[in-house]
């Protein structure tokens, strides 16, 4: 059998509500909201460790225990896992920050409910070789089909611009993918924060976020359109 290459460990954030989900999420957090018949988490993960990552943290929130559950030891998907579960709702970049002493050095974050499938151990490899704090996988959805609004702005092979929502056109998206270093969570303010509105945009504007742009569209079981949009591209 073919050795798998290595990536970076990987940092799920696992602990949105889901509430666009509706009753799918009354008794099930989103990341284990079915997707033609597995767990989604369980599609993530299976593609995580076809693509070399041998290490992954999930920080869960809403109904955590299951999720903790689910996940294991990771033995299941040939990883080691450890699943911490936040008391109360940080965002995106407090849940991060109050997990550091959990976390590597370099790692790739990825949402608990995105979908990107590509190679992981070529953008830890990318990142490996950049002279930056930050590579965030960016994506140009030319004719519209994620139905997310462009947010990010490139320079060659930097994000010069980050930034959700304004009157500025911009060219890309955050395709849900980011690999960091761990150090860059010591820029968030203590408590609640978003890595979206407090971390992303200082690092844009300090040209410490390069890109890793892919022709791979993304998708995110948000919304029940979106759910059935992955469902209907895993059944083809």
Do not use: C
Request: charge should be neutral; hydrophobic fraction near 45%.
């Amino acid at each position: 059998m073919t050795e798998r290459p290595d990536a970076l460990p990987a940092v799920i954030l696992a602990g949105g509500l889901g509430t666009r989900l509706g009753a799918l999420t009354a008794e099930t957090p989103k990341p284990l909201v079915d997707v033609k018949g597995r767990p989604f988490l369980d599609w993530l993960l299976t593609w995580l460790s076809r693509s070399g990552v041998r290490d992954v943290v999930v920080l869960a929130g809403h109904l955590g225990a299951q999720v903790a559950a689910f996940v294991g030891d990771g033995a299941p998907w040939t990883m080691r896992a450890r699943v911490e579960i936040e008391p109360a709702p940080l965002g995106t970049g407090g849940a991060l920050r109050s997990a550091q002493p959990l976390l590597p050095d370099k790692f790739l974050l990825v949402y608990g409910d995105s979908y990107l499938p590509i190679d992981y151990a070529g953008l830890s490899r990318a990142f490996a070789a950049a002279d930056a704090d930050a590579m965030m996988v960016v994506y140009r959805d030319r004719d519209g089909a994620t139905g997310v609004a462009a947010n990010v702005t490139l320079d060659a092979n930097r994000v010069a611009v980050y930034a959700k929502g304004g009157d500025r056109p911009q060219t890309h998206i955050d395709a849900g993918v980011v690999a960091l270093r761990r150090g860059v969570l010591a820029d968030l303010p203590p408590g609640a924060s978003s890595l979206e509105r407090d971390l992303y945009p200082a690092l844009a504007a300090a040209g410490r976020l390069r890109a890793f742009e892919t022709t791979q569209r993304f998708y995110d079981i948000g919304t029940p359109a979106r759910l059935e949009a992955l469902v209907r591209t895993l059944g083809a």
